[in-house]
């Protein structure tokens, strides 16, 4: 992992600092009540997130010859969307979780009310973010903005978060269950390969490329952290209850595989970006 180690620290560094200058430097009415908001909103943002979303956008657009600059608000409008999803998440209406990373969930920190509007803004300021960045490509900003409302709303996250709900009871199939993740973790994860192509202004063939990988990389990921949650309990819907432990991570190599080789289609069989695959299957947190 020489390549993937190389620049980390740099790479974590900036996307921490551009996320965190947004919240600080965002045009607001100055209030007391707003200002907790976004302390709590600050509290869930930098509560030691992997951020593999955004790292996976910065390597890819390095991969393919292009500095953070032109990717960068993106990537953290997809931040902010997955974190606005973990809040919510933890929710006692949702997965009642009282901590997330080894800290008390934001709502046991900040109180219900103030971590449903937290996720609120995160996922308005997401789109905000873009329109305001991208301006001056108006047709780009547009692409974004499809692409993005298509992973987090009903046809992507939220709707994957609505059958996992409402299914709770029931046994799921592999198939269903291979539906929920590519919905509801993979979408987001493959939202950020596209968007980072159409960023760059990749060829159509390219960018199918890209979907595909963004796709089995979204699957791989789900698939490493069920293997990683199976090695203290196979979770209740997860893939090791379903078809065993030595199966997912059969499973898990295959699709990672498969992600290995649209790269290699696209010429970037070597790097940072072709380690970070490799390192998802066996990641350890
Ligand atoms: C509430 C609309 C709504 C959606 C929630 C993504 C999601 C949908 C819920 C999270 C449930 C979960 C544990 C999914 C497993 C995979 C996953 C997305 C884990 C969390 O992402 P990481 O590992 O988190 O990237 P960090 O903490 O590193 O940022």
Known sequence: M???????????????????????????????????????????????????RPLLGLLLSEAL????????????????????????????????????RGKPSNHKKYGEALALLAGDAFLTEAFYLIAYD????????????K?????????????????????VLREKSLQELNLIH????????????????QILGLANERQKILTRFGSNLGLAFQLADDVLDSQTEAESGSFPELIGYEETRRYLAEVTEEAQRSLRELGLNEGALFELVQFNSNRNS
């Open 182 to 197: 590519k919905l509801k973790t993979g979408a987001l994860i493959q939202c950020v390969c596209e968007g980072v192509g």
């Open 65 to 100: 010859g292009v500095g953070p600059k032109r990717v960068l608000s993106f990537l953290i409008a997809i931040e902010m969307i997955h974190t606005y999803s973990l809040i919510h998440d933890d929710l006692p209406c949702m997965d009642d979780d009282d901590f997330r």
């Open 134 to 145: 991208y301006a001056d490509e108006p047709e780009l900003a547009v692409k974004l903005i």
């Open 147 to 167: 692409l993005l409302s298509q992973a987090a709303g009903l046809a992507g996250m939220v709707g994957g978060q609505a059958i996992d709900v409402q299914d």
């Open 2 to 52: 020489m390549e993937l180690n190389t620049g980390m620290t740099d790479r974590l560094d900036l996307l921490n600092s551009e996320i965190q200058n947004y919240l600080l430097d965002r045009a607001r009415p100055r209030h007391p009540a707003i200002e907790k908001l976004i302390e709590s909103m600050q509290y869930s943002l930098e509560g030691g997130g992997k951020r593999f």
